[in-house]
């Protein structure tokens, strides 16, 4: 039972570049969740899924989409990369709804 | 503008030490408060609270929720130096599965 992981774990780009995160759980939730994590910042949520086949928008979802795959993947993807996206990401998911129960290790993106 | 402020922002005690974090929260629809626990990398899910003045308890941890006065404590008796981490706490709203999550405390417990 891996719980939630993510990859990649670290990546580099430039500006401009494209890249999709990936997210899996093997725990059958239904909610699942990206945030960004930035020093001073705290966590804010990007994007979430309540269930298969539906996404919402979170706090900050400007210059990402997402997509619910199936029950157990959700991916962010970053069209056209900006330095001002270089943070930590985390995914997570949950059987409840409300609550991010579960996190993945998180990938850090540098954007240069 | 919702908001969720924790203090202190950060704290050093001694091994044995009980210590208390602070969360406020200034949020609409409010549905529940969580803490998390954040050591290198991800946040580690500690506790829900959804009703004033029931305790939840895990071991040392312990933490309450004030619904009236729009605030949480965290408690950690007898620390160790592996309860140093980062404690982030979040206010879920209704109607949609946003968290609002405060900037956190980050707790040195030394030897």
């Known amino acids: 039972n891996a719980g939630v992981t993510q990859t990649p774990k670290f990546q580099v780009l430039k500006t401009g570049q494209s890249m999709t995160l990936q997210c899996a759980q093997d725990?059958?939730?239904?909610?699942m969740y990206w945030y960004r994590q930035d020093p001073g910042m705290g966590l804010r949520l990007i994007y979430y899924s309540a269930s298969e086949g539906t996404t919402d928008k979170g706090e900050v979802p400007n210059g990402y989409n997402v997509s619910r795959l199936n029950k157990r993947e959700f991916s962010l993807r970053l069209e056209s990369a900006a330095p001002s996206q270089t943070s930590v990401y985390f995914c997570?998911?949950?059987?409840?709804?409300?609550?991010?129960?579960?996190f993945g290790p998180g990938t850090r993106l540098t954007v240069l | 503008e919702d908001k969720v402020v924790q203090s202190p922002l950060s704290l050093v005690v001694h091994e044995g030490d009980t210590v208390t974090l602070n969360c406020s929260y200034e949020v609409t629809n409010f549905r529940s408060l969580l803490w998390y626990k954040q050591e290198k990398k991800a946040p580690t899910f500690l506790f829900m609270l959804t009703s004033s003045g029931i305790e939840k308890k895990s071991g040392r941890l312990s933490s309450i929720l004030d619904k009236k006065e729009l605030f949480s404590i965290l408690n950690i008796t007898a620390t160790q130096t592996g309860d140093s981490a980062i404690y982030l706490c979040?206010?879920?709203?209704?109607?949609?599965?946003?968290?609002?999550f405060g900037k956190g405390t980050k707790l040195t417990v030394n030897p």
């Open positions: 997570a998911s949950s059987e409840a709804r409300w609550v991010s129960e579960f």
């Open positions: 725990m059958n939730h239904n909610s």
């Open positions: 979040a206010v879920a709203q209704g109607g949609s599965e946003k968290l609002v």
